[in-house]
Protein backbone atom coordinates (compact mmCIF):
# COMPACT_ATOMS: atom_id res chain seq x y z
CA UNK A 1 0.00 0.00 0.00
CA UNK A 2 1.15 3.41 -0.78
CA UNK A 3 1.60 5.45 1.82
CA UNK A 4 1.59 9.31 1.11
CA UNK A 5 2.99 12.48 2.98
CA UNK A 6 0.49 15.76 2.92
CA UNK A 7 2.42 18.81 3.99
CA UNK A 8 -0.44 21.11 5.56
CA UNK A 9 0.25 24.97 3.85
CA UNK A 10 -1.46 26.20 7.01
CA UNK A 11 1.64 26.36 8.83
CA UNK A 12 3.44 27.76 6.02
CA UNK A 13 5.59 30.71 5.29
CA UNK A 14 2.64 32.95 3.21
CA UNK A 15 4.38 35.75 2.15
CA UNK A 16 6.47 32.60 0.52
CA UNK A 17 4.15 30.36 -0.84
CA UNK A 18 5.68 29.25 -3.67
CA UNK A 19 9.01 28.68 -2.09
CA UNK A 20 7.41 26.98 1.09
CA UNK A 21 6.30 24.60 -1.60
CA UNK A 22 9.29 23.91 -3.26
CA UNK A 23 10.50 23.15 -0.06
CA UNK A 24 8.54 20.51 0.49
CA UNK A 25 8.76 18.82 -2.78
CA UNK A 26 12.49 18.72 -2.46
CA UNK A 27 11.89 17.11 0.43
CA UNK A 28 9.31 14.26 -0.86
CA UNK A 29 5.71 15.57 -0.31
CA UNK A 30 3.00 13.39 -1.99
CA UNK A 31 0.26 15.86 -1.64
CA UNK A 32 -0.38 19.45 -0.88
CA UNK A 33 -3.00 19.65 1.83
CA UNK A 34 -5.09 22.60 1.97
CA UNK A 35 -7.17 23.67 4.91
CA UNK A 36 -10.09 26.03 4.21
CA UNK A 37 -11.69 27.77 6.67
CA UNK A 38 -14.57 29.92 7.51
CA UNK A 39 -14.91 31.45 10.90
CA UNK A 40 -18.42 29.42 11.34
CA UNK A 41 -17.55 25.96 11.34
CA UNK A 42 -14.21 26.16 12.83
CA UNK A 43 -13.30 29.34 14.97
CA UNK A 44 -10.92 30.16 12.11
CA UNK A 45 -10.58 31.54 8.82
CA UNK A 46 -8.26 30.59 5.95
CA UNK A 47 -8.31 30.84 2.56
CA UNK A 48 -10.00 30.08 -0.53
CA UNK A 49 -9.59 28.88 -4.18
CA UNK A 50 -7.42 32.12 -5.31
CA UNK A 51 -4.95 30.40 -3.03
CA UNK A 52 -5.74 27.33 -4.57
CA UNK A 53 -5.00 28.30 -7.94
CA UNK A 54 -1.83 30.22 -7.37
CA UNK A 55 -0.77 26.65 -5.56
CA UNK A 56 -1.95 25.05 -8.33
CA UNK A 57 0.37 27.50 -10.76
CA UNK A 58 3.66 26.08 -8.87
CA UNK A 59 3.26 22.49 -8.53
CA UNK A 60 2.43 19.43 -10.52
CA UNK A 61 1.62 17.27 -7.16
CA UNK A 62 -1.81 16.49 -6.08
CA UNK A 63 -3.74 19.25 -4.18
CA UNK A 64 -5.79 17.92 -1.48
CA UNK A 65 -8.61 20.74 0.01
CA UNK A 66 -10.04 20.23 3.02
CA UNK A 67 -13.14 22.08 3.50
CA UNK A 68 -14.46 22.89 7.00
CA UNK A 69 -16.55 25.06 5.62
CA UNK A 70 -20.13 25.64 6.29
CA UNK A 71 -22.65 24.58 2.87
CA UNK A 72 -19.43 23.25 1.51
CA UNK A 73 -21.80 21.93 -1.26
CA UNK A 74 -21.61 25.53 -2.56
CA UNK A 75 -17.95 25.91 -3.40
CA UNK A 76 -17.11 22.30 -4.55
CA UNK A 77 -17.19 23.46 -8.09
CA UNK A 78 -14.70 26.62 -7.42
CA UNK A 79 -12.37 24.83 -5.80
CA UNK A 80 -12.14 21.84 -8.79
CA UNK A 81 -11.73 24.26 -10.99
CA UNK A 82 -8.86 26.17 -8.79
CA UNK A 83 -7.03 22.95 -9.50
CA UNK A 84 -8.07 20.52 -6.29
CA UNK A 85 -7.62 16.68 -7.06
CA UNK A 86 -8.95 15.63 -3.58
CA UNK A 87 -12.06 16.97 -1.97
CA UNK A 88 -13.17 15.91 1.53
CA UNK A 89 -15.98 17.28 3.36
CA UNK A 90 -17.03 17.14 6.96
CA UNK A 91 -20.27 14.91 7.66
CA UNK A 92 -21.02 17.00 10.56
CA UNK A 93 -22.15 19.53 8.04
CA UNK A 94 -23.40 17.97 5.23
CA UNK A 95 -26.94 16.58 5.51
CA UNK A 96 -27.05 14.64 1.79
CA UNK A 97 -23.88 13.36 2.02
CA UNK A 98 -24.51 11.37 -0.56
CA UNK A 99 -25.03 13.52 -3.40
CA UNK A 100 -21.90 15.73 -2.55
CA UNK A 101 -19.76 13.01 -2.70
CA UNK A 102 -21.26 12.15 -6.27
CA UNK A 103 -20.73 15.74 -7.11
CA UNK A 104 -17.05 15.88 -6.28
CA UNK A 105 -16.27 11.89 -7.98
CA UNK A 106 -18.41 13.67 -11.25
CA UNK A 107 -16.00 16.63 -11.22
CA UNK A 108 -13.36 14.44 -11.39
CA UNK A 109 -11.76 14.47 -8.12
CA UNK A 110 -11.04 12.29 -5.17
CA UNK A 111 -14.18 12.21 -3.00
CA UNK A 112 -13.53 12.23 0.90
CA UNK A 113 -15.65 12.19 4.24
CA UNK A 114 -13.72 13.78 6.92
CA UNK A 115 -14.62 12.90 10.79
CA UNK A 116 -14.03 15.20 13.98
CA UNK A 117 -12.45 13.69 17.14
CA UNK A 118 -15.52 13.01 18.55
CA UNK A 119 -17.62 11.88 15.40
CA UNK A 120 -18.29 7.71 15.59
CA UNK A 121 -17.12 5.47 12.71
CA UNK A 122 -20.40 4.52 12.35
CA UNK A 123 -21.86 7.50 10.93
CA UNK A 124 -19.97 6.38 7.78
CA UNK A 125 -21.02 2.81 7.68
CA UNK A 126 -23.62 3.49 4.53
CA UNK A 127 -21.53 5.66 2.33
CA UNK A 128 -18.52 3.91 2.98
CA UNK A 129 -18.52 1.98 -0.56
CA UNK A 130 -18.85 5.33 -2.43
CA UNK A 131 -15.37 6.99 -0.62
CA UNK A 132 -12.02 7.63 -2.03
CA UNK A 133 -10.90 8.38 1.16
CA UNK A 134 -11.55 9.32 4.56
CA UNK A 135 -9.72 11.89 6.36
CA UNK A 136 -10.12 11.15 10.61
CA UNK A 137 -9.45 14.68 12.24
CA UNK A 138 -6.73 13.79 15.33
CA UNK A 139 -7.15 17.07 16.46
CA UNK A 140 -10.43 19.47 16.53
CA UNK A 141 -10.11 21.38 13.66
CA UNK A 142 -9.46 25.01 13.42
CA UNK A 143 -5.58 25.69 14.24
CA UNK A 144 -2.33 23.71 13.58
CA UNK A 145 -0.04 23.15 16.20
CA UNK A 146 -2.58 21.13 18.46
CA UNK A 147 -1.45 17.68 20.71
CA UNK A 148 -2.71 14.62 18.60
CA UNK A 149 -5.69 12.91 20.14
CA UNK A 150 -4.24 9.50 21.24
CA UNK A 151 -7.73 8.02 21.06
CA UNK A 152 -7.32 8.59 17.10
CA UNK A 153 -5.40 5.48 16.91
CA UNK A 154 -7.72 3.17 17.88
CA UNK A 155 -10.44 4.86 15.61
CA UNK A 156 -7.91 4.73 12.92
CA UNK A 157 -7.32 0.76 13.58
CA UNK A 158 -11.01 0.56 13.70
CA UNK A 159 -11.70 2.26 10.28
CA UNK A 160 -8.71 -0.42 9.03
CA UNK A 161 -10.83 -3.05 9.82
CA UNK A 162 -13.94 -1.83 8.59
CA UNK A 163 -12.33 -1.46 5.56
CA UNK A 164 -10.58 -5.06 5.17
CA UNK A 165 -14.19 -6.75 6.82
CA UNK A 166 -16.15 -4.75 3.78
CA UNK A 167 -13.47 -5.92 1.15
CA UNK A 168 -13.07 -1.74 0.71
CA UNK A 169 -10.32 0.48 -0.76
CA UNK A 170 -10.77 3.63 0.13
CA UNK A 171 -7.59 5.92 1.64
CA UNK A 172 -7.62 6.63 5.68
CA UNK A 173 -6.20 10.45 5.87
CA UNK A 174 -4.87 11.22 9.37
CA UNK A 175 -5.09 15.06 10.23
CA UNK A 176 -3.90 16.77 13.30
CA UNK A 177 -0.63 16.32 15.79
CA UNK A 178 1.21 14.39 13.32
CA UNK A 179 5.21 14.32 13.56
CA UNK A 180 8.45 12.05 14.08
CA UNK A 181 6.95 10.92 17.42
CA UNK A 182 3.90 8.88 16.33
CA UNK A 183 3.51 8.52 12.91
CA UNK A 184 5.02 5.20 13.30
CA UNK A 185 1.76 4.53 15.30
CA UNK A 186 0.09 5.73 12.69
CA UNK A 187 1.47 3.73 10.29
CA UNK A 188 0.97 0.20 12.28
CA UNK A 189 -2.56 1.35 13.10
CA UNK A 190 -3.59 1.69 8.82
CA UNK A 191 -3.12 5.15 7.90
CA UNK A 192 -2.45 5.96 4.57
CA UNK A 193 -2.07 9.34 3.99
CA UNK A 194 -0.33 11.66 6.61
CA UNK A 195 -0.98 15.44 6.69
CA UNK A 196 1.39 17.47 8.92
CA UNK A 197 1.63 20.96 9.30
CA UNK A 198 3.81 22.45 12.24
CA UNK A 199 6.03 19.59 12.20
CA UNK A 200 7.22 20.34 8.82
CA UNK A 201 6.40 23.96 8.02
CA UNK A 202 7.33 25.23 11.43
CA UNK A 203 10.62 24.16 11.69
CA UNK A 204 13.83 26.30 10.57
CA UNK A 205 14.68 23.59 7.48
CA UNK A 206 11.25 22.59 6.24
CA UNK A 207 13.41 20.30 3.59
CA UNK A 208 14.94 18.22 5.68
CA UNK A 209 11.44 18.32 8.44
CA UNK A 210 9.31 17.01 5.13
CA UNK A 211 12.10 14.76 4.08
CA UNK A 212 12.91 13.26 7.68
CA UNK A 213 9.03 12.45 7.64
CA UNK A 214 8.93 10.81 4.04
CA UNK A 215 11.62 8.44 4.77
CA UNK A 216 9.13 7.08 7.82
CA UNK A 217 6.57 6.05 5.12
CA UNK A 218 9.25 4.16 2.70
CA UNK A 219 8.91 0.46 3.02
C1 LIG B 1 -6.49 21.55 11.44
C2 LIG B 1 -6.11 21.22 10.02
C3 LIG B 1 -4.83 20.48 9.88
C4 LIG B 1 -3.64 21.21 10.44
C5 LIG B 1 -2.63 20.24 10.88
O1 LIG B 1 -7.79 22.04 11.48
O2 LIG B 1 -7.12 20.46 9.38
O3 LIG B 1 -4.59 20.11 8.53
O4 LIG B 1 -3.02 22.07 9.52
O5 LIG B 1 -1.60 20.93 11.49
P1 LIG B 1 -0.64 20.23 12.53
O6 LIG B 1 0.11 19.16 11.75
O7 LIG B 1 0.23 21.34 12.98
O8 LIG B 1 -1.49 19.63 13.60
ZN1 LIG C 1 -6.62 19.57 7.29
Redesign the pocket.
Known sequence: MTRLLAP?I??ADFSNLSQQIRYVEMGGADVI?C?V?DGKF?PNITFGPIVVKAIRQVTKLPIDV?L?IKEPEKYIADFVEAGANFVSVHVEEVVHLDRVINTIKDLGCKAGAALNPATPLVLLENILPSLNFVLL?S????????RFITGSLNKIRKLNEMRKISNLEFLIEV?????AKNIKNLINAGCDIF?????IF?QDNVTAACAELKNFLRD
Open positions: SLSHDMVHMMVNPGFGGQDGGIGVAGSSG
